[in-house]
């Protein structure tokens, strides 16, 4: 998209936010795992589990709770709250609300742990503001069979008494030996040295750094290599569920909708996809996949102008920071 298409696409948005008359809410979202190893942290063994309760509660200056809400994490693990109005949610915190085997839960790990998280401001414009949370975590009763086993405590010897010193041994006066002829000894000889071949340099890890890149990077063939999940051909009905099926038709391909412009459903289409992807690429982009695909079907089911354009521009914003491609092999 050009200068002239962006001038005129921002204007468009700003008149149809004038006309609308927005009205402010926050929305908060997060992911629950299940820490199947009890190690208080997540890590490649967890997963996102459904059906746990989560709160999110404010407290005042004096410590005292103002403001509570509740909500249970979908089929995908994550939970989103929507609190209309123009509420302060700069002292608020989430966490598992634990009690103990949760009914409506699909899994048995629904025991909280580890502690509540901050509420996290992600992005505000005219009023509408997102929050988003640091993972929280559930736990089973007991950590799965296949978890890594921890070292054993090493076993301490027992204490060794200690006998009293014996008294010195009387000097025997020693006689001087006669000497031997004296003899060069061969030459010492080494034994043939075997040189190692140097092991190969540890290549990057690039999943772990920050990166986003933009749609017109990722439908480039040099950047072929960096598609992880889904493919160019992968249609946008299975990258996003039924509700995009049924909006672009399930034989739309994620390589046309990258192509999207010029209609706020194929924006959001558009830099939906291109979100998507930086997320299956790099853990540190501001969305996981969960959260993409969660708000790119909660933006359709709407079915508000409004809420598509809001959705778009969240995902422009997050698309356009520093990319870390390099041209593949």
């Given at each position: 998209?050009?200068?002239?298409?962006?001038?005129?696409?921002?204007?468009?948005?700003?008149?149809?936010?004038?006309?609308?008359?927005?009205?402010?809410?926050?929305?908060?979202?997060?992911?629950?795992?299940?820490d199947q190893?009890?190690?208080?942290?997540k890590?490649?063994?967890?997963?996102?589990?459904?059906?746990i309760?989560?709160?999110?509660?404010?407290?005042?200056?004096?410590?005292?709770?103002?403001?509570?809400?509740?909500?249970?994490?979908?089929?995908l693990?994550?939970?989103?709250?929507?609190?209309?109005?123009?509420?302060?949610?700069?002292?608020?915190?989430?966490?598992?609300?634990?009690?103990?085997?949760?009914?409506?839960?699909?899994s048995?790990?629904?025991?909280?742990?580890?502690?509540?998280?901050?509420?996290?401001?992600?992005?505000?414009?005219?009023?509408?503001?997102?929050?988003v949370?640091?993972?929280?975590?559930?736990?089973?009763?007991?950590?799965?069979?296949?978890?890594p086993?921890?070292?054993?405590?090493?076993?301490?010897?027992?204490?060794?008494?200690?006998?009293?010193?014996?008294?010195?041994?009387?000097?025997?006066?020693?006689?001087?030996?006669?000497?031997?002829?004296?003899?060069?000894?061969?030459?010492?000889?080494?034994?043939?040295?075997?040189k190692?071949?140097?092991?190969?340099?540890?290549?990057p890890?690039?999943?772990?750094?920050?990166?986003?890149?933009?749609?017109?990077l990722?439908?480039?063939?040099?950047?072929r290599?960096?598609?992880?999940?889904?493919?160019?051909?992968?249609?946008?009905?299975?990258?996003?569920?039924?509700?995009?099926?049924?909006?672009?038709?399930?034989?739309?391909?994620?390589?046309?909708?990258?192509?999207?412009?010029?209609?706020?459903?194929?924006?959001l289409?558009?830099?939906?996809?291109?979100?998507?992807?930086?997320?299956?690429?790099?853990?540190?982009?501001?969305?996981?996949?969960?959260?993409?695909?969660?708000?790119t079907?909660?933006?359709?089911?709407?079915?508000?102008?409004?809420?598509?354009?809001?959705?778009?521009?969240?995902?422009i914003?997050?698309?356009?920071?520093?990319?870390?491609?390099?041209?593949?092999?």
């Amino acid at each position: 998209m050009d200068s002239n298409h962006s001038i005129l696409f921002v204007a468009f948005l700003i008149l149809c936010l004038t006309v609308n008359g927005v009205t402010g809410y926050a929305t908060v979202t997060g992911t629950v795992f299940c820490d199947q190893c009890k190690d208080g942290e997540k890590s490649l063994f967890d997963f996102p589990v459904s059906g746990i309760k989560v709160s999110v509660t404010c407290l005042d200056e004096n410590g005292q709770v103002y403001m509570s809400r509740k909500e249970t994490t979908n089929w995908l693990g994550g939970y989103v709250m929507r609190f209309d109005g123009t509420p302060d949610l700069t002292n608020c915190y989430a966490q598992v609300s634990d009690n103990g085997a949760q009914q409506g839960s699909s899994s048995s790990c629904s025991i909280a742990s580890g502690p509540a998280q901050k509420l996290k401001l992600l992005f505000s414009f005219f009023g509408i503001e997102t929050f988003v949370v640091d993972a929280l975590l559930a736990q089973p009763v007991q950590p799965m069979s296949s978890c890594p086993k921890p070292p054993p405590a090493p076993v301490m010897p027992p204490p060794q008494a200690k006998l009293p010193p014996l008294p010195p041994i009387a000097q025997v006066p020693v006689l001087p030996s006669p000497k031997a002829p004296a003899m060069s000894p061969p030459p010492a000889t080494s034994p043939p040295q075997f040189k190692l071949p140097p092991f190969p340099p540890i290549p990057p890890v690039p999943f772990v750094d920050p990166s986003a890149c933009s749609h017109k990077l990722w439908i480039r063939p040099e950047y072929r290599c960096y598609w992880k999940v889904i493919g160019p051909d992968t249609k946008v009905a299975v990258a996003f569920g039924l509700v995009a099926g049924r909006r672009y038709g399930n034989d739309m391909t994620v390589r046309e909708a990258l192509k999207g412009r010029g209609e706020a459903y194929k924006t959001l289409l558009r830099e939906a996809t291109t979100a998507l992807l930086n997320s299956y690429n790099s853990l540190g982009f501001p969305y996981n996949s969960v959260a993409v695909i969660t708000y790119t079907n909660m933006a359709l089911l709407g079915n508000s102008q409004h809420d598509v354009l809001m959705t778009a521009i969240r995902f422009i914003k997050a698309n356009s920071g520093t990319c870390k491609f390099t041209v593949c092999k």
